[in-house]
Antibody, heavy 119, light 107 residues
Framework: QVQLVQSGAEVKKPGASVKVSCKTS????????ISWVRQAPGEGLEWMGR????????NYAQKFQGRVTMPTDTSTSTAYMELRSLRSDDTAVYYC????????????WGQGTLVTVSS | DIQMTQSPSSLSASVGDRVTITCRAG??????LNWYQQKPGKAPELLIY???SLQSGVPSRFSGSGSGTDFTLTISSLQPEDSATYYC?????????FGQGTKLEIK
């Protein structure tokens, strides 16, 4: 079965970086995209960006341009999200998710990783 | 960016009720519209993709309709386990924006 398993919770200081991993299994990694979505406490879903696991092409939300990268490792079927220059308002649960290739819906989600930014 | 606007932001309904949530896109997205359900402390789950296609395993009381800019999620007979927040998302272009969510409570 399709699974996306994310790395554990992180606590970071303002200005630091965080790298969240997303280990996938149960499907052909290179045949789908990976999206990253975050959710601040008590807030809605915010799309951060997506990457094609086939060719590495990435699209990032303007809000995160220059501060985020979303590399993939096809040898281990793992996706990563690195966010730099963290601020307190980056405190959120970060989700990786599989994006299917026809209608681009997100059909499977990771369990989420809580990133807390606090001095 | 394509803005997605859901209404209402919250609603309360009784078991067995027919419930409708609407989502409006800031420009035509054809049928690149998806609906997700999120329960507290859990990751979202895909209910409807491509505006009206039911995701495998999702109960048939959920349905979606619409095209262009106006879309609807309908729950034909509300069940207690449907208490959740519902989000629409456009997948027509990047950034793949979400609506602000509709919190559904069971009376």
């Amino acid at each position: 079965q399709v699974q996306l398993v994310q790395s554990g919770a992180e606590v970071k200081k303002p200005g630091a970086s965080v790298k969240v991993s997303c280990k996938t299994s149960g499907y052909s990694f290179s045949s789908y995209g990976i999206s990253w979505v975050r959710q601040a406490p008590g807030e809605g879903l915010e799309w951060m960006g997506r990457i094609s696991a086939f060719n590495g092409n990435a699209n990032y939300a303007q809000k995160f341009q220059g501060r985020v990268t979303m590399p993939t490792d096809t040898s281990t079927s793992t996706a990563y999200m690195e966010l730099r220059s963290l601020r307190s308002d980056d405190t959120a649960v970060y989700y990786c998710a599989r994006e299917e290739g026809i209608d681009y819906a997100i059909d499977y989600w990771g369990q989420g990783t809580l990133v807390t930014v606090s001095s | 960016d394509i803005q997605m606007t859901q209404s209402p932001s919250s609603l309360s309904a009784s078991v067995g009720d027919r419930v409708t949530i609407t989502c409006r896109a800031g420009q035509s997205i054809i049928t690149y519209l998806n609906w997700y359900q999120q329960k507290p402390g859990k990751a979202p789950e895909l209910l409807i993709y491509a505006a009206s296609s039911l995701q495998s395993g999702v109960p048939s009381r959920f349905s979606g309709s619409g095209s262009g800019t106006d879309f609807t999620l309908t729950i034909s007979s509300l069940q207690p386990e449907d208490s959740a927040t519902y989000y629409c998302q456009q997948s027509y272009s990047t950034p793949r924006t979400f609506g602000q969510g509709t919190k559904l409570e069971i009376k």
